[in-house]
């Protein structure tokens, strides 16, 4: 079984910064894509960004230049640090990673169960 953990969410003024976390833990084989995605509530979630196991990395154009996604594959685990927020970064950010279990090497996509960033005035 494979866990994803995100931590990192928060309260933030606008304009400032934050950092996301998302580990991976149990019986891994190998991670291949990760990425974080945001929901507000009655939307879809939608893409933030996404790192490949090689580092090649992929943004909304909304969080381009202002987000950066990274990654440490020893680690299993992916960061998002953010920087000069807006209003509308804020909502429940889910991490979510491409997995072969070392148990059956069957690949999934599995979710993180979300961490929440608000973006105050």
């Known amino acids: 079984q494979v866990q994803l953990v995100e931590s990192g969410g928060g309260l933030v003024q606008a304009g400032g910064s934050l950092g996301l976390s998302c580990a991976a833990s149990?019986?891994?084989?190998?991670?291949?894509?990760m990425g974080w995605y945001r929901q507000i509530p009655g939307k879809q979630r939608e893409l933030v960004a996404t790192?490949?196991?090689?580092?090649?990395?992929d943004y909304a154009d909304s969080v381009r230049d202002r987000f950066t996604i990274s990654r440490d594959n020893a680690k299993n685990t992916i960061w998002l640090e953010m920087s000069s927020l807006k209003f509308e970064d804020a909502g429940a950010y889910y991490c979510?990673?491409?997995?072969?279990?070392?148990?059956?090497?069957?690949?999934?996509?599995?979710w993180g169960q979300g961490t929440l960033v608000t973006v105050s005035s």
């Open positions: 979510k990673a491409g997995v072969v279990a070392s148990t059956d090497y069957m690949y999934r996509e599995l």
């Open positions: 149990g019986n891994i084989f190998r991670i291949h894509e």
């Open positions: 790192i490949t196991r090689n580092g090649n990395t």
